[in-house]
């Protein structure tokens, strides 16, 4: 469930289609900026109610795995 919000988050930020995406798509695959993650990482507050990303979270994640694995430890908290 996470993992199918995270890729329709992606798809309509990187305007591709949601099933394209997988749990091994990195952030470089998509072609992502700083910018772009910012927004990503607001849209995924609004979606899970996790609270803003701090640069030290989103230092670790690079993948699509990553991001489901850290928002899915803030879900479950």
Same mark, same amino acid.
């Given at each position: 469930?996470?993992? /199918?919000?995270? *890729?329709?988050?992606? *798809? /309509?930020?990187? +305007?591709v289609a949601a099933?394209?995406? @997988?749990?091994?798509? @990195?952030? /470089?695959?998509l072609g992502a900026d700083s910018l772009d993650v910012v927004e990503v990482t607001m849209a995924l507050d609004e979606e899970f109610?996790? +609270? #803003?990303?701090? #640069?030290d979270d989103m230092s670790g994640i690079t993948s699509v795995a990553d991001l489901v694995r850290?928002?899915?430890?803030?879900? /479950?908290d």
């Open positions: 469930m996470i993992f /199918e919000k995270i *890729a329709k988050i992606l *798809a /309509e930020q990187f +305007g099933d394209s995406i @997988s749990m091994d798509t @990195s952030f /470089e695959d109610g996790i +609270g #803003e990303l701090s #640069e850290f928002v899915s430890g803030k879900v /479950e």
